[in-house]
Nanobody
Framework: EVRLVESGGGLVQAGGSLRLSCAAS????????IAWFRQAPGKEREGISC????????YYVDSVKGRFTLFSDNAKNTVYLQMNSLKPEDTAVYYC????????????????WGQGTQVTVSS
């Protein structure tokens, strides 16, 4: 059974940092990319970053580039999203998802999702 479990969300002041984790099981970790999406109330789910577990290549959308860093620990089947310089507009539920490809603009293409973790950034 494929399972993705996010953790690390919480409440932080603007300018602060959080590190989210996505622990994966039930599939061959290095054969997949892990993507992070977020969804704010009343907004569509937005893909923000992904990492290929085979070569650790990463991709970030412009809104998080330079502030967020994605890295993986293949020994632990876990991907981490380090979020620095957080802004109130980063407030959302953050989800990780797994697929063979990075498809940040096609969230409906992802079959495997975590349950989400809430990130709230106060001004």
């Amino acid at each position: 059974e494929v399972r993705l479990v996010e953790s690390g969300g919480g409440l932080v002041q603007a300018g602060g940092s959080l590190r989210l984790s996505c622990a994966a099981s039930g599939f061959t970790f290095v054969d997949y990319t892990i993507a992070w999406f977020r969804q704010a109330p009343g907004k569509e789910r937005e893909g923000i970053s992904c990492i290929s577990n085979s070569d650790s290549s990463t991709y970030y959308v412009d809104s998080v580039k330079g502030r967020f860093t994605l890295f993986s620990d293949n020994a632990k089947n876990t991907v981490y999203l380090q979020m620095n310089s957080l802004k109130p507009e980063d407030t959302a539920v953050y989800y990780c998802a797994a697929h063979e490809l990075c498809m940040l603009t096609v969230p409906w293409g992802y079959e495997y999702w975590g349950q989400g973790t809430q990130v709230t950034v106060s001004s």
